[in-house]
C-alpha cells in the first residue's frame, strides 16, 4: 500500500515537472496561436485613429503629430526621410538618396531651379 501511494506521488511529481516545461517551452498543443491578421484595405483604422486624436493647434494628416504649423510636421520615417520646408508653410519629406550625405538635398534643390 505504501509502495503504491509513493508511487502515485512520484508520478504526480514529474507529471508537474514536465508540464511546467511544457508551458515555458510551448508543448502541450493547449494554446494555439492565430496568424496575423491583414490590416483592412479600407482607411477605417485610419480614420479611427484620426478622429481620436486631439489637438490645439495643427495635426498632421499623415503622421497625427500636433505641431504649431504644418510645415512643422515631421516625416513618418526620420531614419529613411529628410525633410524639407518649402514657401507658404509647406514641407516635403523625400527619400534619403544616394550614398554621400545631403543627396537628396541636392535633388530637391535642382528640382527647386526646373533642372530634375
Known amino acids: ?10 508520478a504526480g511529481s514529474v507529471s508537474a515537472q514536465f508540464g511546467f516545461f ?13 496568424a496575423p491578421q491583414n490590416v483592412p484595405s479600407d482607411s477605417t483604422m485610419y480614420r479611427a485613429n484620426y478622429e481620436r486624436s486631439h ?13 504649431h504649423f504644418p510645415h512643422h510636421c515631421p516625416c513618418a520615417w526620420p531614419s529613411h526621410e529628410d525633410k524639407f520646408e518649402l ?18 538635398a541636392r535633388k530637391v534643390e535642382l528640382a527647386r531651379k526646373g533642372l530634375l
Open 1 to 10: 500500500m505504501r509502495f503504491l501511494i509513493v508511487l502515485f506521488a512520484l
Open 22 to 34: 511544457d508551458q515555458m517551452f510551448g508543448g502541450g498543443g493547449q494554446q494555439q496561436q492565430q
Open 55 to 67: 489637438c490645439d493647434n495643427y495635426l498632421c494628416p499623415d503622421t497625427l503629430a500636433c505641431v
Open 87 to 104: 514657401g507658404e508653410g509647406h514641407r516635403i519629406c523625400v527619400s534619403k538618396g544616394g550614398f554621400k550625405a545631403g543627396e537628396a
